[in-house]
């Protein structure tokens, strides 16, 4: 019989998936298929139960439940060494004693490839290491160190690379830049990457889909763009970005839309964005999305007024205005520096407007503030 580690490609599938410790249930009954070739994210906050599925996938923790595919190749209780999976950690785990060729060889040789130097320089080339092939790690910066532990787990062919929080270490610039190399070596390597982080934009700059998940399960998966403009909980809409939701009861329908009052003024929810059952409704809307301005100058689309600014914020591209509401509530307007809006001070009077389609709405008896504390975690 063929070993996993070199037979198996094709779909990961999990199959009811439970991993408890106790009385304590970390991942619950999930089933997930992640396409060959994709470069699939597990985003979500810290105990969630994201690091506990990288760990069943990769044979670190053998699932209480549930089954583990890799195309037709069950590897549920396979040991680590016999699945075709490699991890990259957050802290790079190079051998500091070898150099950056035989760091990348290693592999290979414990699988007993006889000539590697072919390999290896291609993979360097991949990463545009090849010319620190002779130094040790302890000679290179965290993002280069990054790299070479990622040409280390590529030069294997796995048919699965498991990436967990690999760029949290790194300054907030190179973590930018190794985000958008991570994407296009994946793609240049065409092997699935299933990555795990708490972090949004690493999240939605690298991955074609992206899996929420809260307490053990996934709360929706989609892609970036999908799980940014259509959340379907206000734990999404909270989580992935910052969203400005607001409690309305659903007055009336007529054709494609909903008269939503809130706090007695009315605006207007198109009936394929609503996500709520009943009358009771989380009027959601995207903080980029609102226009701001004097009461006298904005009158289209959906509009809120008496608000008044309690703070502004300047941040380069764009100016963040907290906006206190008659009911008590701030809502968050981002309004870009392109000049075509004079700035606006604290105490200000304003009004809110957007477009209609910007709107969504989520089910009423939901928190508010679900995921809102937990978007920046580190």
């Not at 439970?18 to 060959?36: R, W």
């Not at 760990?55 to 890799?70: D, F, K, N, V």
């Not at 610039?173 to 949004?200: A, P």
């Not at 809409?237 to 329908?253: P, T, V, W």
């Amino acid at each position: 019989m063929a070993d996993a580690s070199t037979s198996s490609h094709g779909d990961l599938k999990l199959t009811r998936i439970t991993k408890s410790f106790g009385d304590f249930t970390a991942v619950d009954d999930m089933t997930l298929t992640i396409p060959q070739g994709s470069f699939f994210a597990l985003l979500g906050p810290s105990g969630c139960g994201k690091t506990t599925t990288l760990r069943m996938i990769a044979g670190l923790e053998e699932p209480t439940a549930g089954s583990i595919h890799i195309g037709d190749t069950d590897i549920t209780t396979k040991k680590p060494y016999q699945r075709p999976v490699n991890t990259v950690f957050q802290n790079y785990a190079l051998f500091p004693h070898l150099s950056i060729f035989e760091n990348v060889a290693f592999g290979l040789r414990r699988r007993g490839v006889k000539d590697v130097k072919e390999q290896v320089e291609k993979v360097l080339k991949l990463v545009e290491l090849p010319h620190f092939a002779d130094r040790k790690p302890t000679q290179l910066s965290g993002g280069q160190q990054q790299r070479i532990a990622l040409a280390r787990a590529i030069v294997n062919r796995p048919a699965l690379l498991l990436l967990d929080e690999p760029l949290g270490a790194l300054d907030l610039k190179l973590r930018r830049q190794m985000q958008i190399e991570l994407k296009w070596i994946q793609t240049e390597v065409g092997l699935t990457f299933v990555h795990v982080t708490h972090d949004q934009e690493e999240a939605m700059t690298m991955a074609d889909t992206i899996a929420v998940m809260n307490e053990g399960r996934i709360e929706q998966m989609g892609s970036p763009a999908e799980l940014y403009e259509s959340p379907c909980t206000a734990f999404v809409a909270n989580f992935l970005g910052q969203s400005n939701l607001i409690r309305g009861k659903i007055e009336s329908s007529d054709g494609e839309s909903s008269v939503v009052q809130v706090n007695g003024q009315k605006i207007s929810l198109l009936k394929s964005r609503n996500r709520s059952s009943t009358s009771s409704v989380l009027i959601g809307i995207r903080p980029e999305k609102i226009r701001i301005g004097l009461p006298e100058g904005l009158t289209s689309g959906n509009t809120l007024t008496g608000g008044i600014v309690s703070d502004v914020s300047f941040v380069g591209v764009s100016t963040q205005y907290v906006v206190e509401m008659p009911w008590k509530q701030d809502l968050m307007v981002f309004e870009q520096n392109d000049g075509g809006t004079p700035t606006l001070r604290a105490g200000d009077p304003v009004t809110l407007s957007w477009n209609e389609p910007f709107t969504f709405g989520l089910d009423g008896s939901e928190d508010v503030n679900a995921g809102a504390e937990m978007d920046g975690e580190a």
